[in-house]
């Protein structure tokens, strides 16, 4: 089993831009200091708990300061950028972090988003303009011109030469491209059916394990659309995580600090209007206002010593037959920085070792076992 962190990132609305950056920053340099595998960072535009419109400004600095660690958008809202130059910054950005890019892509999914751009989620038309921007993507990345491109929201074309010398040259270090992510929140999620179906990388947000289970079962059905063979390898669950010394600390520092003000002024009140608690819920029968931090602490998080956030890793390990990574979902502990970065020791020293047999069997390997 891999590490890694995601963040959206969440600072509280009294902290300045600034200040939010520079804890990202330093958060980065720890992870990759304590050997997390990669680490994403979100988009939002209108959400004052999710603060950075643009992830690859953090990412750009942060690879100047870190050696090892994969950084990535997690992801880009292809919606609000043109195909071509959003190709052309993640090229460049790739050739910047010296083939350490993940790229991660998103439909966006904030309705006061939505509105500020003049996109209609309510009908799709986020997700649809989400895979044509893709397509123009990787088609400039990896189709020589000429052609054009002509759909229903672009209309772009890779030109020939012109003067002799003026012609499209910008392509990823990485070929033939940076590995691409793709988020999933919702049963039958669009999102993750087109990771399956076109071998990307999925991510499961930070839900119930029992509803994150179905979660496989789109990125199998998009797999089918394709003929591809997905590997629980590449699948990412994120989940909030907390480590300390004992379990009541823990819960103390988790649900008792930003962990919990952060669910509790900004995330649970977001779901409940979204209609999403059903999400985080063990039980349909449960009411929506059961759904407190304190009911997520115990049915969803993995808070505690490094001995019980094993077995809660176990757990949820089996309860989904198996994944690749577990992401960190990111926190603001810029009042308590030391039992954050603590927790992130704790979960690379203490708890690794002891789920480092938690690996899924690769797609061929577990093929043949069977046969």
Not at 66 to 86: A, M
Not at 116 to 145: H, K, P, Y
Not at 359 to 364: E, I, W
Request: net charge negative; charged share 20%.
């Amino acid at each position: 089993m891999d590490f890694g962190f995601f963040t959206m990132p969440s600072h509280p609305p009294e902290r300045s831009l600034r200040d939010g950056h520079e804890w990202d920053l330093n958060v980065m340099r720890w992870l990759d200091g304590l050997g997390y595998k990669e680490a994403w960072v979100g988009e939002h535009h209108t959400a004052p708990w999710e603060p950075h419109p643009a992830p690859d400004l953090l990412i750009a600095q942060a690879f100047r300061e870190t050696k090892n660690i994969r950084l990535g958008p997690g992801g880009f809202l292809l919606p609000y950028h043109h195909p071509v130059e959003l190709a052309n910054r993640v090229a460049m950005l790739d050739h910047i972090s010296g083939g350490r890019l993940n790229f991660g892509v998103a439909a966006s999914g904030l309705p006061s988003d939505w509105a500020t751009f003049n996109v209609d989620g309510m009908s799709g038309q986020n997700r649809d303009m989400t895979r044509e921007a893709l397509e123009i993507i990787l088609r400039t990345w990896t189709e020589d011109g000429p052609w054009t491109h002509e759909g229903k929201y672009w209309t772009v074309s890779k030109i020939e030469t012109m003067f002799g010398f003026l012609k499209p040259h910008i392509k990823p270090l990485q070929a033939p491209h940076p590995p691409i992510g793709v988020a999933g929140l919702s049963k039958n999620s669009d999102t993750l059916k087109l990771a399956g179906e076109r071998g990307f990388l999925p991510m499961s947000l930070n839900l119930n394990p029992a509803y994150v289970a179905s979660h496989w079962d789109s990125v199998e059905a998009g797999a089918r659309r394709s003929g591809r063979t997905p590997n629980r390898r590449d699948w990412r669950l994120v989940r909030e995580v907390f480590v300390a010394d004992t379990d009541e600390e823990a819960w103390r520092l988790s649900v008792g600090g930003p962990m919990g003000r952060m669910m509790r002024e900004y995330f649970l009140p977001l779901l409940a209007n979204f209609g999403f608690l059903e999400y985080l819920k063990h039980s349909p029968e449960v009411p929506d206002s059961d759904v407190t931090v304190e009911y997520c602490a115990q049915r969803n998080w993995l808070v505690g010593s490094p001995q019980t956030v094993a077995e809660k890793l176990a757990k949820v390990y089996e309860e989904v037959v198996g994944f690749g990574s577990i992401l960190v979902f990111g926190f603001d502990y810029s009042e308590n920085p030391g039992a954050w970065k603590n927790s992130l020791r704790l979960l690379m020293e203490e708890v690794a070792p002891r789920v480092r047999h938690l690996a899924p069997q690769a797609a061929g390997t577990a093929q043949a076992a069977a046969s």
